[in-house]
């Protein structure tokens, strides 16, 4: 009898002994109890810190340089395409002063015909130099002047003596006092030297041309409207 309950002390201790074991075998910390790492639907069997495992690619992505970059770079924005704007209406109007001057060379008087002629020669030359700079800066250029122009060189075609004198006169004077403010703030603005230098050699050419429109008007007996005062440059109000 002795023998007999020995042996079952041993079964029973025996099973009691069975589920640590394997508990202990399916810990990898050898411990008995919940494991320090959860498992989840995602990524099973790979805890995020063991020692020199490799985190998952693909996991968290950065925005790349180039895709910042076309956004545009810092500096794009600003004056440089305010000089750019000028260009182009520079040309335009270039273009229209060359063909106003040429018909104003066909119809106007002795000395409007001069007048007109100097522009047309200036005015060509001073667009082929703009068209340079505008090159170097990556401007497209108007190949012809702007509506208003046109509507205005239409009206001109359509009149003849005195009348077209006084309105060709009249309407280039007002636009050569628009371009010398423009050209004048534009000297003192531009961020390309190489625009800056042509803005002011064209800024010395139509206070020529003005001085020329003003003594054939007197000379054809025609009187010019008042020039309109110059805009006050804008002031920054102090906080």
């Not at 490799?54 to 340089?65: E, I, W």
């Not at 409007?112 to 002629?117: D, F, G, M, R």
């Amino acid at each position: 009898m002795n023998t007999k309950r020995m042996w079952i002390a041993v079964v029973a201790g025996a099973g009691m002994l069975l589920p640590l074991t394997l508990a202990a075998q399916m810990d990898p910390n050898g411990s008995v109890g919940p494991t320090p790492y959860p498992q989840s639907p995602q990524g099973m069997n790979q805890p995020s810190n063991q020692p020199g495992s490799t985190p998952p690619t693909g996991a968290q992505t950065t925005p790349s340089g180039s895709m910042r970059d076309s956004l545009g770079a810092p500096g794009e924005t600003g004056q440089k395409m305010l000089d750019k704007q000028f260009v182009r209406a520079a040309v335009a109007d270039g273009i229209s002063d060359v063909k106003l001057g040429t018909l104003a060379v066909e119809k106007g008087g002795p000395d409007v015909k001069e007048a007109a002629q100097k522009m047309v020669d200036d005015h060509t030359m001073m667009n082929k130099d703009m068209e340079t700079v505008a090159d170097a800066m990556g401007v497209m250029l108007p190949k012809k002047m702007s509506k208003e122009d046109q509507a205005e060189y239409e009206k001109l075609s359509g009149l003849s003596g005195k009348d077209f004198d006084t309105e060709y006169l009249t309407y280039t004077a007002k636009a050569h006092w628009v371009a010398v403010h423009k050209f004048y703030m534009e000297s003192s603005a531009a961020a390309d030297p190489e625009l800056q230098t042509e803005v002011v050699k064209c800024l010395m050419t139509m206070r020529q041309h003005l001085g020329l429109i003003s003594k054939a008007a007197t000379a054809e007996g025609i009187v010019l409207p008042p020039r309109p005062p110059r805009t006050p440059p804008a002031t920054t109000a102090k906080k």
